[in-house]
T-cell receptor, first 114, second 116 residues
Framework: DGGITQSPKYLFRKEGQNVTLSCEQN?????MYWYRQDPGQGLRLIYY???????QKGDIAEGYSVSREKKESFPLTVTSAQKNPTAFYLC?????????????FGEGSRLTVL | AQKITQTQPGMFVQEKEAVTLDCTYD???????LFWYKQPSSGEMIFLIY??????QNATEGRYSLNFQKARKSANLVISASQLGDSAMYFC?????????????FGKGTRLSVIA
C-alpha cells in the first residue's frame, strides 16, 4: 500500500546527542515537509522540500537539518543545538500540482530527551 | 503571510448532535485553499475537507461540511450527527494557492469530545 513511513515511532535521546528521524514515501510525491507539534499547539513547520536536492527553512528550523537526496526520502536530524527537542514530529508529502494539494501525513515520531 | 485562528481550545457535544468548530484566517493572497484535519489520540493526521477560495459552493464530505464565509474570513467545520469516534483534535489550515505547493499553515486546534 502507498503511504508515508516514519521511524522510529518512539525515540529517547540524551542531551547533547544528535538523532535522525526517518521519513519515506512511496506515493511518488514531489514535495515533503517536516512539522513539529507540542502539547496544546498546532503544527509548526521545520523544513520543506519541493524537489530533490533542494529544501527551504520553515518557521522553526534552528537546531534541525535535513537532506533530500532521493525523491522518496526526507530525513530530519535533530541536533544538539536544538534547545527543547522533546516533541511529536510529523512528516508529510504532497504532489506539486494545481489541485487542492492536501498533505498526506505519516504516523509521527515522538522524541523524548532525557 | 497566512494566519489561522481557532478560538475554541475544547468543545463538548452530545452524541448524534451537530457541532461547529470555528476557524478564522488572514491572508493577502487573492487565491487560497482551506483545509480541515482530524487528529485522533493515535497522532495520525486525517484529511477531512478542502475549500478553494473561488469555489462557488461550500464543500461537503459525508457528515462534514465547511461553512465558508469569505467576507468574514471564516471557514467553520460542521460535523453532523456526531459519533463517539469523532472525539479528536481538529485543525484548520490554509495555503495561498498563488504560492504553489508551499506548506500549510495550521491553527492551534480544537479538542472535540463527544459525550454518549
Amino acid at each position: 500500500d502507498g503511504g508515508i513511513t516514519q521511524s522510529p515511532k518512539y525515540l529517547f535521546r540524551k542531551e547533547g546527542q544528535n538523532v535522525t528521524l526517518s521519513c519515506e514515501q512511496n506515493l511518488n510525491h514531489d514535495a515533503m515537509y517536516w512539522y513539529r507539534q507540542d502539547p496544546g499547539q498546532g503544527l509548526r513547520l521545520i523544513y520543506y522540500s519541493q524537489i530533490v536536492n533542494d529544501f527551504q527553512k520553515g518557521d522553526i528550523a534552528e537546531g534541525y537539518s535535513v537532506s533530500r537526496e532521493k525523491k522518496e526520502s526526507f530525513p530530519l536530524t535533530v541536533t544538539s543545538a536544538q534547545k527543547n527537542p522533546t516533541a511529536f514530529y510529523l512528516c508529510a508529502s504532497t504532489i506539486v500540482s494545481t489541485g487542492s494539494g492536501e498533505l498526506f501525513f505519516g504516523e509521527g515520531s515522538r522524541l523524548t530527551v532525557l | 503571510a497566512q494566519k489561522i485562528t481557532q478560538t475554541q481550545p475544547g468543545m463538548f457535544v452530545q452524541e448524534k448532535e451537530a457541532v461547529t468548530l470555528d476557524c478564522t484566517y488572514d491572508t493577502s493572497d487573492p487565491s487560497y485553499g482551506l483545509f480541515w484535519y482530524k487528529q485522533p489520540s493515535s497522532g495520525e493526521m486525517i484529511f477531512l475537507i478542502y475549500q478553494g477560495s473561488y469555489d462557488q459552493q461550500n464543500a461537503t464530505e459525508g457528515r462534514y461540511s465547511l461553512n465558508f464565509q469569505k467576507a468574514r474570513k471564516s471557514a467553520n467545520l460542521v460535523i453532523s450527527a456526531s459519533q463517539l469516534g469523532d472525539s479528536a483534535m481538529y485543525f484548520c489550515a490554509m495555503r495561498g494557492r498563488n504560492s504553489g505547493n508551499t506548506p500549510l499553515v495550521f491553527g492551534k486546534g480544537t479538542r472535540l469530545s463527544v459525550i454518549a
